[in-house]
């Protein structure tokens, strides 16, 4: 038998520290864990170890400095979901197959075509075969392996399930990225149609408009009123008071207008009115209301599910949020939780989340079966999302072709009804 000196995380998030004696690191591990602790380091008295290895998540020694080695300057960049998603799933494959982390590590760096994250592998498998844990070395790509991540490879290390909890985080990613490409597509189309109406409208202004005005300046007759509109808009488009044509102008306050409600965006106060306008819209609220209750119970269902405490899980999914409404519904279930209180009641008090989800909360808690009723919710919320996003589409494809056909239609029209209305009078004389 060894002593193990240990610190460990109790129920309520505070950090405990101690002495135990145990057979074994592992052994010292489950005997924290029988206790209820979620263990943060542990190391056999005059030695220095930390956290766990790659096959199968057992134990591994640190080295004497016990940090993982900085990232090289020349790291730093991002990438996309989609890249990291992929590096996760092929990493659980590999530690799954009885591959050991630093070999699974090195394999993979080969054959990666990104350079960011060749470098970043290739730097993570440096800080691992110098002794870090695989936790500690994510911690140091903060761009690349956010909270979620780091803290659920933290939870499986020390709980010897490390490529359980690498499945987890591909398929969470996965469904994530999913999720989201769906969001992203039915906007896509509504943008690209209002970019066309705009780019079809600038055209005949500047180049279509003002030679039917010079074909009618020479006749006497009234033009009709949406003529005189669009003949207007022509001419002010054309105008030059300042050197360059004012159509240049509109497309300069529209593009500092962008720009400064970005900057608004990012302040505290115009965050929280921006994503509160989001949830309150009259379709697309209803949208991102779904898809933010659903990354809430798919992420918050995959920590727990994985190890993590449920006042450090709620931190993370606070952090993880995308939503400053949601946000702070998140910090006020954390601290009731914090106060022994169940999960129910500030989620009813708060008022975002719907009925179904604190109904199904409240029988998760009941059984004992939180995460596994948290992802069920999370399920359900995906297609909820899903047929929306579908039903959203189907209706904006006919209504964006006729606003195209109107706003075309408009300016024939204004150019034709002079030219129809003398073709008329003159056969009339």
Same mark, same amino acid.
């Not at 022994?340 to 989800?357: K, R, W, Y």
């Given at each position: 038998?060894?002593?193990?000196?240990?610190?460990?995380?109790?129920?309520?998030?505070?950090?405990?520290?101690?002495?135990?004696?145990?057979?074994?690191?592992?052994?010292?591990?489950?005997?924290?864990?029988?206790?209820?602790?979620?263990?943060?380091?542990?190391?056999? /008295?005059?030695?220095?170890?930390?956290?766990?290895? &790659?096959?199968?998540?057992?134990?591994?020694?640190?080295?004497?400095?016990?940090?993982?080695?900085?990232?090289?300057?020349?790291? &730093?960049?991002?990438?996309?979901?989609?890249?990291?998603?992929?590096?996760?799933?092929?990493?659980?494959?590999?530690?799954?197959?009885?591959?050991?982390?630093?070999?699974?590590?090195?394999?993979?760096?080969?054959? /990666?075509?990104?350079?960011?994250?060749?470098?970043?592998?290739?730097?993570?498998? /440096?800080?691992?075969?110098?002794?870090?844990?695989?936790?500690?070395?994510?911690?140091?790509?903060?761009?690349?392996?956010?909270?979620?991540?780091?803290?659920?490879?933290?939870?499986?290390?020390?709980?010897?399930?490390?490529?359980?909890?690498?499945?987890?985080?591909?398929?969470?990613? !996965?469904?994530?990225?999913?999720?989201?490409?769906?969001?992203?597509?039915?906007?896509?189309?509504?943008?690209?149609?209002?970019?066309?109406?705009?780019?079809?409208?600038?055209?005949?202004?500047?180049?279509?408009?003002?030679?039917?005005?010079?074909?009618?300046?020479?006749?006497?007759?009234?033009?009709?009123?949406?003529?005189?509109?669009?003949? &207007?808009?022509? !001419?002010?488009?054309?105008?030059?008071?300042?050197? %360059?044509?004012?159509?240049?102008?509109?497309?300069?306050?529209?593009?500092?207008?962008?720009?400064?409600?970005?900057?608004?965006?990012?302040?505290?106060?115009?965050?929280?009115?921006?994503?509160?306008?989001?949830?309150?819209?009259?379709?697309?609220?209803?949208?991102?209301?779904?898809?933010?209750?659903?990354?809430?119970?798919?992420?918050?269902?995959?920590?727990?599910?994985?190890?993590?405490?449920?006042?450090?899980?709620?931190?993370?999914?606070?952090?993880?949020? &995308?939503?400053?409404?949601?946000?702070?519904?998140?910090?006020?279930?954390?601290?009731?939780?914090?106060?022994?209180?169940?999960?129910?009641?500030?989620?009813?008090?708060?008022?975002?989340?719907?009925?179904?989800?604190?109904?199904?909360?409240?029988?998760?808690? !009941?059984?004992?079966?939180?995460?596994?009723?948290?992802?069920?919710?999370?399920?359900?919320?995906?297609?909820?999302?899903?047929?929306?996003?579908?039903?959203?589409?189907?209706?904006?494809?006919?209504?964006?072709?006729?606003?195209?056909?109107?706003?075309?239609?408009? %300016?024939?029209?204004?150019?034709?009804?002079?030219?129809?209305?003398?073709?008329?009078?003159?056969?009339?004389?």
């Amino acid at each position: 038998m060894a002593n193990f000196q240990y610190s460990a995380l109790d129920p309520k998030g505070e950090q405990t520290t101690g002495v135990l004696s145990a057979a074994s690191e592992a052994e010292a591990i489950q005997q924290l864990r029988a206790k209820g602790l979620y263990p943060t380091q542990i190391s056999e /008295e005059g030695k220095v170890k930390g956290g766990a290895k &790659g096959a199968k998540g057992k134990a591994k020694a640190a080295s004497a400095k016990g940090k993982a080695k900085p990232a090289k300057s020349n790291l &730093g960049g991002r990438i996309k979901p989609k890249n990291l998603m992929i590096f996760t799933r092929q990493l659980a494959t590999l530690i799954d197959s009885g591959l050991p982390l630093l070999r699974s590590l090195t394999v993979l760096e080969k054959q /990666e075509p990104n350079p960011v994250l060749r470098a970043t592998i290739s730097a993570l498998a /440096e800080n691992v075969q110098g002794g870090s844990t695989f936790s500690e070395s994510l911690a140091q790509h903060p761009k690349i392996f956010n909270k979620l991540y780091v803290n659920m490879v933290k939870a499986g290390e020390l709980g010897g399930v490390l490529e359980v909890v690498l499945n987890r985080l591909a398929e969470y990613q !996965e469904k994530a990225q999913k999720l989201k490409n769906k969001i992203v597509s039915a906007m896509v189309y509504p943008v690209i149609v209002m970019f066309i109406a705009v780019a079809i409208l600038v055209f005949l202004m500047i180049f279509i408009v003002p030679k039917f005005k010079e074909m009618f300046s020479s006749t006497d007759s009234d033009l009709p009123l949406i003529s005189k509109i669009v003949f &207007g808009m022509s !001419e002010f488009f054309l105008a030059t008071p300042l050197f %360059v044509p004012n159509v240049v102008f509109v497309f300069i306050v529209f593009g500092l207008g962008a720009f400064l409600f970005n900057l608004w965006g990012g302040t505290p106060g115009g965050r929280q009115k921006i994503d509160t306008m989001k949830l309150k819209m009259p379709i697309l609220g209803d949208i991102q209301r779904k898809s933010a209750v659903s990354r809430f119970s798919r992420t918050l269902g995959t920590l727990v599910t994985s190890g993590v405490p449920i006042l450090q899980a709620l931190n993370i999914t606070r952090d993880t949020a &995308g939503n400053v409404i949601i946000s702070r519904a998140i910090e006020k279930v954390h601290e009731a939780v914090k106060e022994g209180e169940t999960i129910v009641i500030p989620l009813q008090a708060c008022g975002v989340f719907p009925n179904m989800v604190i109904s199904m909360v409240d029988v998760g808690e !009941e059984t004992g079966q939180l995460p596994e009723m948290l992802l069920k919710v999370a399920d359900v919320y995906d297609d909820e999302v899903d047929n929306a996003v579908t039903a959203l589409t189907s209706i904006l494809e006919p209504i964006m072709i006729v606003i195209l056909a109107l706003i075309v239609g408009a %300016v024939v029209f204004a150019l034709f009804l002079p030219l129809i209305k003398m073709i008329s009078t003159m056969g009339n004389q």
